[in-house]
Antibody, heavy 119, light 107 residues
Framework: EVQLVESGGGLVQPGRSLKLSCAASGFTFSDYNMAWVRQAPTKGLEWVAS????????HYGDSVKGRFTISRDNAKSTLYLQMDSLRSEDTATYYC????????????WGQGVMVTVSS | DIQMTQSPASLSASLGETVTIECLASEDIYSNLAWYQQKPGKSPQLLIY???SLQDGVPSRFSGSESGTQYSLEINSLQSEDAATYFC?????????FGSGTKLEIK
């Protein structure tokens, strides 16, 4: 079964850091570009970052550029999101997603992990 | 950045009816448009990619089309399980951007 499972969320103070993980299974992780998408409570979806299948190319949304870092370990089939200098507006459910081959649509999503930034 | 203007914000329709949701891209995205369905408390699910290609396992009552920079999602023969929020997303150029969502209620 193709599956993505996020972990690492929780409550963190403004200005602090947090690292999310996304464990992939059921497919060849190293064949796929991956992404993080977030959703603030009762709000819409916001694309956060993407990384190429080999890890050499990354892209970030304007709101997180310079503060968040996406990375991957293909040997461990795991995607990461290092979040630094967190702000209250980063409070959201964070989803990892698989970008489908031959298209960049997000065909597989994790269940999401909640990050709350508050003092 | 490419802006995606989605409408309507909400709609209500009866079982068996047909509804259409639209997204207008601020520039040409060359059919690189996806539609997602999200039910309360759940992760989004891909319905349509490349404007009109149906994702595996998605019922054929869902269809996508385009006219210039205007993209549409049509749902035929509405079922109760179609109650959800629908989002469009352009996957042509970074940063990828989503529409604001359409909440569909089934009467």
């Amino acid at each position: 079964e193709v599956q993505l499972v996020e972990s690492g969320g929780g409550l963190v103070q403004p200005g602090r850091s947090l690292k999310l993980s996304c464990a992939a299974s059921g497919f060849t992780f190293s064949d796929y570009n991956m992404a993080w998408v977030r959703q603030a409570p009762t709000k819409g979806l916001e694309w956060v970052a993407s990384i190429s299948y080999g890890g050499s190319n990354t892209h970030y949304g304007d709101s997180v550029k310079g503060r968040f870092t996406i990375s991957r370990d293909n040997a461990k089939s795991t995607l990461y999101l290092q979040m630094d200098s967190l702000r209250s507006e980063d409070t959201a459910t964070y989803y990892c997603a698989r970008l489908e081959i031959h298209t960049m649509a997000m065909g597989v999503w994790g269940q999401g992990v909640m990050v709350t930034v508050s003092s | 950045d490419i802006q995606m203007t989605q409408s309507p914000a909400s709609l209500s329709a009866s079982l068996g009816e047909t509804v259409t949701i639209e997204c207008l891209a601020s520039e040409d995205i060359y059919s690189n448009l996806a539609w997602y369905q999200q039910k309360p408390g759940k992760s989004p699910q891909l319905l349509i990619y490349d404007a009109s290609s149906l994702q595996d396992g998605v019922p054929s009552r869902f269809s996508g089309s385009e006219s210039g920079t205007q993209y549409s999602l049509e749902i035929n023969s509405l079922q109760s399980e179609d109650a959800a929020t629908y989002f469009c997303q352009q996957h042509h150029d970074y940063p990828f951007t989503f529409g604001s969502g359409t909440k569909l209620e089934i009467k």
